[in-house]
């Protein structure tokens, strides 16, 4: 299978540059994979997909501020993307310099791109593959959020904004590690999370820290060539007994965003879900056999991307391309600050 096999046309103005003033007010365009049909709602109408009984899964992970600006001692400037903290002053970062680093360079940060350099420095360890070790004299955590940004995708052309702390950023959020946010749940506000809970539409919660990787380009024309990168991932006992209980009362398995399906199928690929920690490199395309899903909220992704395989493994290629080009001509905001689709899965890529 070949990756142009999952282009399509997208207008660089469908790219959605800002959050939408209300987090639910997103449009929601609904895939029926087994009848090979779509239809156009609004987010608040996601009650009317779900049932009593159901199983919404999230993913809790929290965004790090993880972009920093910096300079370094020969006054050229750099940019560093913390991809994992890997210790309280230790992480393993992405660094944008006209050379590349060597083992001991001292990095002073600053506050932005154009600010002069401040006494809080870093220092580079060395390499770990294609990301740099670097260390801090004081806990990361803090200084991320006294001077680090808001890791914004490669797609939204403009600085971070104040805003952008609290809505790239879901509501659920609680498990600082990700440097890019887990956008499906960006569309549900306290409001709705109440309606759903009042429809007995039940919830749990995996945490996946999304990395920089999730944006990384498919560059192998064989799909199947591609290596997936490395994500951390916890799916505790409680995921497990929630799904079992909702299997047993008939209930559907609801992932909301990719990384919550990468996440269940994940712990679930002896075919059993059980437990899991650990990094995840899951890559999910077309004759993938799901063991756990069975429905799931999700972004528009981007052409040629493992995301957009992924969801046309769930709901077929075909009709994918159909509903993308459908939600183009209808003009839907896509990727990350953009709308909703709502998947149910194409005959014969569950599990019985």
């Known amino acids: 299978m070949q990756r142009s096999d999952f282009s399509y046309d997208l207008p660089q103005e469908l790219i959605a540059q800002t959050p939408l003033a209300e987090r639910s007010a997103s449009r929601l365009l609904c895939v029926n994979g087994m009848q090979k049909s779509f239809e156009h709602k609004v987010f608040t109408d996601l009650p009317e997909q779900l049932n009593a009984g159901d199983l919404l899964v999230f993913n809790n992970t929290r965004v790090l501020p993880a972009r920093l600006f910096g300079v370094k001692e020969t006054g050229g400037r750099v940019e560093i993307l913390i991809e994992r903290l890997t210790g309280d002053c230790s992480a393993l970062a992405h660094i944008r310099a006209s050379k590349t680093p060597k083992p001991g360079m001292s990095i002073a940060l600053a506050a932005d791109v154009d600010s002069p350099a401040t006494d809080v420095r870093l220092t580079v360890q060395g390499r770990e593959g294609e990301l740099f070790k670097i260390t801090s004299a004081e806990s990361l955590g803090p200084l991320l959020a006294r001077i680090g940004h808001m890791p914004l995708p490669p797609y939204i052309d403009r600085a971070d904004a104040a805003e952008d702390k609290e809505r790239y950023q879901t509501v659920y959020a609680q498990r600082d590690g990700a440097v890019a946010a887990p956008t499906a749940g960006l569309h549900f506000d306290e409001a709705l999370l109440k309606r759903l809970d009042a429809l007995g539409v039940r919830r749990a919660e995996v945490t996946l820290h999304v990395g920089a990787g999730t944006f990384q380009p498919v560059r192998s024309d064989d799909i199947r060539d591609h290596e997936m990168h490395a994500e951390y991932l916890e799916v505790d006992q409680a995921v497990c007994d929630a799904v079992e ?50 429905a799931m909220v999700t972004n528009f992704h981007l052409p040629e991307s493992t995301l957009l395989m992924l969801v046309s493994a769930f709901s077929g290629k075909d009709l994918m391309l159909a509903a993308y080009n459908e939600a183009v001509k209808e003009r839907y905001r896509f990727f990350s600050y953009g709308d909703a689709m709502f998947l149910t899965p194409q005959t014969g890529v569950r599990d019985a």
């Open 245 to 294: 209980a909702t299997r047993a009362r008939g209930g559907r398995v609801v992932a909301v965003g990719t990384t919550a399906v990468r996440s269940l199928e994940t712990a679930a690929a002896s075919g059993r879900l059980g437990p899991y920690v650990g990094d995840t490199q899951l890559f999910i395309y077309p004759g993938y056999r799901f063991h756990c899903v069975d």
